[in-house]
Structures are given as structure tokens and as C-alpha cells.
Nanobody
Framework: QVQLVESGGGLVQAGGSLRLSCAAS????????MGWFRQVPGKEREVAAT????????YYADSVKGRFTISRDNAKNTVYLQMNSLKSEDTAVYYC??????????????????WGQGTQVTVSS
């Protein structure tokens, strides 16, 4: 429904940083929640972080809490994921996602109906 385009992935050494960006084709008022998910071969897609419209409500998976920061610029229809202190286990394809509705509780893949094509993040040890 909403076109999402990710950028910023690449190869980085453990302990390094990357910033992912995701540009949405729709106006921000139509996207209640945006988020970042990640997936590795043979495993289910899992949430990394999500953010509400006002940027006041965020969610972080325990595995990234304290290392990743999600932010949102509604004027640019863009969401970012700043990834610091990267670990080898962060290696995955990272997907931007958008949802038209907000709910409380831990975000699920099924909450999001629009997805980007994904960007590869590889962390070398």
C-alpha cells in the first residue's frame, strides 16, 4: 500500500555504527507507526524498533535496546535507525515497515501492512 525505500545498509566491523533511512511515499498523517524489522536466513522476521507518529512512543527489542535508536521526521516522511555498537548477531536484512493504526503492546509483523525491499547489514567480527 505504502511504498517504502530503505537505504544505508552495508558492511561494518563489530563495534561500529550504521544509520538506516527509510523514505515513505505517503504523507505522515496516514502512517501511524513506522518500524524496522530484521531477518536472517532460516529465521522469522523480528522487530528491531518501532516509533509512533509523534515520536514519543517507541519500542525496542531487548536485543537492540541501548544500542539502536529509532527516529522519525514527518516533514520528510522518513524514519531512521541509528545502529551503534554493532555485533555480529545484528547481521540481517533490515526491512522498513509502516502501519496505518496504532495499538498498545509489543509490535508484531502482522501489525504492518507495508514493507520496503530490505537493505543488507553485515557486521564482521
Amino acid at each position: 500500500q505504502v511504498q517504502l525505500v530503505e537505504s544505508g545498509g552495508g558492511l561494518v566491523q563489530a563495534g561500529g555504527s550504521l544509520r538506516l533511512s527509510c523514505a515513505a511515499s505517503e504523507r505522515s498523517f496516514r502512517i501511524a507507526v513506522m518500524g524496522w524489522f530484521r531477518q536472517v536466513p532460516g529465521k522469522e522476521r523480528e522487530v528491531a524498533a518501532t516509533i509512533g507518529w509523534s515520536s514519543r512512543i517507541t519500542y525496542y527489542a531487548d536485543s537492540v535496546k541501548g544500542r539502536f535508536t529509532i527516529s522519525r521526521d514527518n516533514a520528510k516522511n522518513t524514519v531512521y535507525l541509528q545502529m551503534n555498537s554493532l555485533k555480529s548477531e545484528d547481521t540481517a536484512v533490515y526491512y522498513c515497515a509502516a502501519s496505518s493504526r496504532f495499538r498498545t503492546g509489543s509490535p508484531l509483523v502482522t501489525d504492518f501492512n507495508s514493507w520496503g525491499q530490505g537493505t543488507q547489514v553485515t557486521v564482521s567480527s
